[in-house]
């Protein structure tokens, strides 16, 4: 069996004075792509952002191991520079920087901490057409100040086209597949099954089972008030599409269901 | 206002040993010019900060330093100004040390029959009439000391003419680079810009300190545009972090002209820039968009006055000030519409980023309303950079100093970017973004 990357033990997770995660446990292994499924609210953005490193989500029990090392005392440079990618579920504007410069800063930084040259201007351009090409994002559109004024559907595309260039360990992946439709959906999957290998694992985070037709996970998880309810294969999508998640609450986990949208 | 104390003395003093030296060899008008500012410089005085125009800006170190009227600039070489003036490319280049004119480092090109690029003092040889018919005229010397004080050392600068219906697409570089060698020294430089009716051209004022030393620049600039003249300005303000540096912008618009400047500001330890605008015909549009920069202890101030004197012309201030560490920053921007200039369109924005908790920006706008019909809209923030975006560009391997430096640039560079030449633009992001590298407090401009 492959060492694991991502080791989540009895994890609690506060934000704004609350407790949003209440002992999580989730390991990933090199190779394996696991899916987050839960309804709104039920902490699946917390746990991408205590991962990622966010401030404001504090981390009250527990361990989170990262190829067995301590994440939660690196800060958000570290985890990324060894690895880490969160594909946001909100990504965030940039005014004044263009999506050019983002990259480019983005990439020359990984790459020099893995001690690789940086890029020159001709071949960072080369490597960006080839990339965009494949996610099928306008070449002009890197010249616009980062996801200011792209549509919900570009900004997905943009965060995938960051995961490529940063060459992650753990790729988490925040609802990438909501607010695309059909036709970026498909190009959104293809990008990231180009990204599946045996030394990389990747984790899914979604409302709704569409993305898991595409990209299919080895492991689903569901996700209910902070803890997980229930884990198995991929057909565990079809049980959520089929019954939602109504039938896995417990009496323990009914507390913020009147906080759930549908 | 009044008692101007010992060093004012010493201005007098300089300006009679001045006159004696230059006894004859200026025109009798200028000399009259001079002789009048020289007086109302001595009845106005320095102004203090119970002075409503300079209340946040205390001159006190530039009246308590003797500074002596520069000397002819010591002999620097080419290669020392080349960095200044080379990223222009082959452009008309006009080169000034300590306030004086340098034919050896300018580089005067041929230019189209009947433009003038060259020394102000040159010129009053075969322009006298048009020199006498607008110096002094636009940068009003009755109320602003400072532009008295240079008017009252009014011999050398910078004049350009542009004949009706000339347009030049090369931009011409005026540089005036400052190099005090130890001594404390005062420069006043001048600039003339007359653009006749429907003229283009693209000129940059660049103001340089070519060591870390204490000196002082007075400049005033005055920009007379024709009817449906084009105009783009830009102002590079390096001074040596020791400097001083108090500037003035007349510009006076006729019919349907349209004036653009964009401005940099990160030398100097003391920056006190003023741009007077008059839309003095219809339809005219005035364009001021400005980026000042400070760290350490600098203080920089902007004061604008846009005055619609006519209908239906448009005016846009932007303006965007970075501030570090203990400096301080003023943005006064006023907007003035007289009673007949209906239709008037102005607006005025001042961004301010502070990214110290010492750092200080005091802001306000000030509209003086007279017309009906009018649009005029103000708006300034304050703030610090956004937490979200800093942990975005974290989250993608850039460290915390990294994406600051990269944020407060970008916050720059959305004014920078509307530069309309790629040379200048370029290099403006370009000092920008060397001002904001972590060694910035260290550095001098270069
Ligand atoms: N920064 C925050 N401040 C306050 N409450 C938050 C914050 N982030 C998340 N929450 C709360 O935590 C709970 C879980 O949110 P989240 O992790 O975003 O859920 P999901 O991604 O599953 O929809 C919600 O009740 C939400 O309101
Ligand atoms: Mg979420």
């Not at chain 1, 792209?150 to 909501?178: C, H, V």
């Not at chain 2, 308590?64 to 290669?79: C, M, S």
């Not at chain 2, 902007?302 to 619609?308: N, W």
Request: glycine share 8%.
């Amino acid at each position: 069996m492959p060492d694991p990357i991502l080791q989540i033990s009895d994890l609690h997770v506060a934000t704004a004075g609350k407790e949003i995660l209440r002992g999580l446990n989730l390991t990933i292994r090199a190779g394996e792509v696991h899916a987050i499924m839960g309804p709104n609210a039920s902490g699946k953005s917390t746990l991408a952002y205590v991962l990622a490193g966010r401030e404001g989500y504090q981390a009250t029990a527990g361990t989170i191991r990262y190829e067995g090392k301590d994440l939660l005392i690196m800060p958000p440079e570290a985890r990324a520079r060894e690895g880490l990618f969160l594909a946001f579920q909100y990504p965030i504007e940039i005014p004044g920087m263009t999506t050019l410069q983002f990259l480019k800063a983005a990439l020359n930084t990984i790459r020099k901490h893995r001690g690789l040259e940086e890029l020159d201007a001709i071949d960072f351009l080369a490597l960006v057409k080839e990339r965009a090409q494949l996610l099928d994002v306008d070449v002009d559109f890197l010249n616009r100040p980062v996801n200011a004024g792209f549509s919900g559907g570009e900004k997905k595309r943009n965060e995938i086209l960051q995961m490529t260039f940063l060459d992650p360990k753990l790729a988490i992946l925040d609802e990438t597949d909501s607010g695309l439709d059909i036709d970026a959906l498909k190009i959104v999957a293809g990008g990231v099954n180009a990204l599946r290998r045996p030394d990389r694992a990747m984790l899914l985070i979604t409302h709704y089972q569409r993305l898991l037709k595409f990209v299919v996970p080895d492991y689903i998880h569901i996700l209910l008030n902070g803890r997980i309810v229930q884990s198995g294969g991929k057909e565990l999508a079809l049980t959520v599409e089929e019954r939602g998640y109504g039938w896995l609450e417990g009496p323990d986990t009914r507390i913020s269901e009147e906080k759930a949208a549908p | 206002m009044k008692d101007i104390g010992p060093v004012a003395d010493l201005y007098r003093t300089e300006l009679s040993r001045f006159e004696r030296e230059i006894a004859g060899t200026t025109p009798a008008w200028m000399q009259q010019l001079r002789q009048a500012a020289g007086t109302r410089f001595a009845d106005l005085g320095f102004p203090t900060t119970h002075h409503e125009e300079w209340r946040h800006t205390d001159v006190t170190p530039i009246v308590k330093t003797p500074f002596l009227t520069a000397k002819r600039g010591p002999d620097i070489a080419k290669a020392e100004l080349e960095p200044m003036a080379s990223w222009v490319g082959a452009g008309h280049l006009l080169a000034f040390v300590n306030g004086r004119f340098s034919p050896s480092l300018s580089l005067l090109k041929r230019l189209p029959e009947g433009v003038i690029a060259g020394s102000l003092e040159d010129s009053c040889v075969v322009s006298s009439g048009l020199l006498e018919a607008h110096l002094g005229q636009q940068a009003q010397y009755d109320d602003h000391v400072f532009v008295a004080l240079n008017t009252a050392f009014l011999k050398e600068g910078a004049f350009i003419y542009l004949p009706p219906k000339m347009v030049i697409e090369e931009p011409i570089l005026v540089v005036f680079a400052s190099c005090a060698n130890g001594e404390a020294t005062v420069s006043h430089p001048r600039v003339l810009i007359v653009a006749g009716s429907s003229s283009r051209a693209t000129v940059i004022e660049s103001y340089v300190g070519l060591k870390d030393d204490l000196y002082f620049t007075n400049a005033v600039t005055e920009v007379v545009l024709g009817e449906e003249a084009v105009f783009d300005h830009h102002l590079l303000q390096q001074e040596s972090r020791a400097a001083y540096h108090i500037g003035t912008l007349a510009v006076h618009q006729g019919r349907n002209s349209t004036f653009t400047s964009h401005s940099l500001a990160i030398g100097s330890t003391f920056d006190r820039s003023e741009v007077h605008a008059l839309l003095a015909g219809e339809g005219g549009s005035c364009t001021l968009r400005g980026v000042y920069a400070a760290t350490g202890r600098q203080h920089v101030d902007i004061h604008t006055r846009i005055e619609h004197a006519k209908p239906s012309c448009t005016s846009r201030q932007l303006y965007r000030g970075i501030l570090d560490k203990q400096a301080t920053g003023v943005f006064n921007g006023r907007i003035v519409v007289r009673a007949d200039a209906h239709k008037t369109d102005a607006r005025q924005t001042n961004n301010n980023l502070l990214l110290s908790e010492d750092a200080v920006i005091h802001t306000a706008p000030q509209l003086e309303i007279f017309a009906d019909d009018v649009k005029c809209t103000h708006g300034a923030t304050v703030g610090q950079l956004d937490r979200d975006v800093l942990f975005y560009l974290r989250s993608r391997g850039i460290d915390l100093e990294d994406a600051r430096r990269l944020m407060t640039h970008a916050f720059g560079s959305e004014l920078i970017r509307l530069i309309a030449q790629d040379r200048i633009r370029n290099r403006f992001t370009e000092l920008l973004s060397r001002w904001a590298s972590p060694s910035h407090s260290e550095s001098l401009p270069a």
